[in-house]
């Protein structure tokens, strides 16, 4: 082995200095006839015999662990699951600007203006006008309605809003009831010729004119307390052709919290604060009220049951007062039936803008003003079952300074003064939406007023029967819809007369129709057509005062 190693060694060294030798020689002229071959010498392969390890018999032995018995408890926390991304479509194009114009029989003329901006993040503004007049087919049988309204809000970035609004509402009428009146009593009876050239002109005429502004402040977004408010501020002043105006300020007051959160039902809690002054001027004359409320509470929504607690408290012209505002409901078979109940009341207020657009025909110069106290016991079975929508009820009420109309002998019966009484009123009352079919639906309402008590005879003007029922059918392009209301005639006391009686009965069809050009949100251009009070019902819903006969109007209507 020692020579094989000294052998190798050697060869490698001659490998190595071969080069350098090759060169020596090269330098003294020495030619190298025959290279040098190393061979290693044969030697004695050594053998390794390794030697293995003794077997471990005890692999193969059962062996025994004694563990005690334990539960764990393993909490698993609820998986946060994250819909998946959806994808959002495209929101149609937002329409700014409607305008509907037409011409109806009698003469009869008609045109609504508005635009509202819906592309502003930070301003919200809108404009709406509206003009609509007709000369019926009695002499004087003629009104006139026109109004325009501004209203605007700013969003700022802390999440309010504040705005307001500026309205105007201008309403004509004539004291036509002369021509029932001449036809009721006779010249002999009666002070004017057979027509209208025996009264003044200015004593025909009648205009409510409406100015009115608004200021507010509210969240535009929602916060973390889960509270919702606005304060409103609102200023309007009313007054009539013959020299009566009417001041009313209101400040108001809005709050409200939600309790709960999107796993639970959610409650919430409610208080409205108000403040209500008018003063009634005539040319002779004034009158101050004021009235003061708060209305306060909670809706209650355990799933199935639903509560309403709460009350209002606060001062009408003086006399302090609290009423109830109690509801309770329970919805079985997931809301085909609910069956409700409950006790509220509230104030009504009579001002001269609400009670002239009731009745237009008032004698303005001799009114005095209260506000009626309504007292509210109710019942009823409400829900919806597949198709069908309903809600039947009765009520109970107390009223306190309620107003009836009676025509007064100063006006010669043309105008309608108030009386104020405290009576009773029983209502059987039903609304019902059915939709018939895809492109078919029906609505109806009714309901039936029984008066008590109190000391006139009976109930001036005020209704007694009152129903509505409504078709609508809508296939493509078309839309067509009728409707009939049926009424019972209102008690009345007659000029000259010392016992009351009943005016005759509604029945007033109508029909209508409006035809879209395009498809879909490509709809921006339509005609449309109605046709009113087709059986030509004389109903006089105030005495003297019979509604127009039959008329109706074609025009076009443009949104974009």
């Not at 325009?148 to 969003?155: I, S």
């Not at 199935?304 to 078979?333: C, H, M, T, W």
């Not at 309608?416 to 109806?444: C, H, N, P």
Request: aromatic residues 12%; proline residues 4%; contains cysteine.
């Amino acid at each position: 082995m020692i020579k094989y190693s000294k052998s190798l060694c050697l060869a490698l060294a001659v490998g190595l200095f071969a080069p350098s030798l090759k060169a020596q020689i090269n330098d003294v002229g020495t030619e190298l006839v025959k290279p040098f071959k190393a061979q290693l010498a044969e030697s004695k392969k050594q053998e390794a015999q390794p030697l293995l390890p003794d077997l471990d018999t005890s692999a193969g032995q059962k062996i025994t662990y004694l563990v005690p018995e334990r539960i764990v408890s393993v909490n698993y926390p609820e998986p946060n699951i994250r819909p998946l991304a959806m994808p959002v479509p495209k929101p149609p194009k937002s329409l700014n600007f409607y305008t509907k114009a037409g011409i109806g029989y009698p003469l009869s003329p008609l045109l609504e203006l508005s635009y509202h901006n819906s592309n502003s993040d930070k301003f919200r503004f809108g404009a709406t006008a509206k003009h609509h007049s007709s000369q019926g087919n009695l002499e004087d049988q003629v009104f006139g309605e026109t109004s325009l309204n501004l209203q605007g809000d700013y969003f700022l970035s802390n999440g309010l809003a504040v705005g307001g609004a500026l309205n105007m509402d201008l309403n004509n009428y004539r004291y036509y009831g002369y021509h029932q009146l001449l036809e009721n009593l006779g010249d002999s009876l009666y002070p004017f010729a057979q027509d209208s050239s025996g009264l003044a002109e200015d004593s025909l005429k009648q205009r409510y004119l409406t100015v009115g502004a608004n200021i507010h402040l509210f969240n535009a977004k929602s916060n973390k307390q889960e509270m919702n408010y606005r304060a409103d501020l609102d200023l309007y002043n009313t007054s009539s052709y013959h020299g009566v105006g009417e001041l009313n300020i209101r400040p108001r007051l809005v709050f409200e919290k939600w309790l709960g959160n999107s796993r639970s039902p959610q409650h919430r809690l409610f208080a409205n604060a108000e403040l209500l002054y008018s003063r009634y001027t005539t040319t002779d004359s004034s009158q101050s009220r004021s009235l003061a409320q708060l209305h306060a509470g909670a809706d209650l929504n355990f799933g199935n049951f639903k509560s309403r607690l709460g009350a209002r408290l606060g001062s009408n012209a003086g006399q302090f007062f609290v009423l109830p505002d109690i509801e309770l409901s329970y919805a079985v078979l997931g809301g085909q039936f609910i069956p409700y109940a409950g006790w509220s009341g509230s104030i009504r207020e009579n001002t001269l803008m609400q009670l002239s657009t009731y009745n237009p025909f008032l004698d303005t110069e001799r009114l005095h003003w209260e506000h009626t106290q309504e007292s509210r016991f109710y019942g009823g079975l409400k829900g919806k079952i597949k198709r069908l929508g309903y809600d039947f009820n009765v009520s109970y009420a107390n009223l306190s300074q309620q107003p009836l109309f009676y025509n007064t002998v100063e006006s010669n019966y043309l105008k309608f003064g108030l009386a104020y009484d405290t009576l009773s009123r029983l209502t059987v009352a039903a609304d019902v939406e059915l939709q018939i079919m895809e492109e078919l639906y029906f609505k109806g309402a009714l309901a039936f007023n029984n008066y008590s008590g109190g000391t006139a005879e009976v109930a001036y003007h005020l209704p007694v029967l009152e129903s509505s029922f409504g078709l609508k059918y809508k296939k493509g392009n078309l839309e067509v819809g009728a409707d009939l209301f049926v009424n019972a005639g209102v008690p009345y006391l007659p000029a000259l007369g010392t016992e009351s009686e009943t005016l005759g009965g509604l029945f007033d069809l109508n029909l209508n129709a409006t035809y879209w050009l395009g498809k879909g949100e490509q709809q921006r251009f339509a005609f449309f057509v109605e046709g009113n009070n087709l059986l030509n019902n004389k109903y006089q819903r105030w005495y003297l005062y019979q509604q127009l006969g039959i008329n109706g109007k074609i025009g076009v209507i443009a949104k974009f």
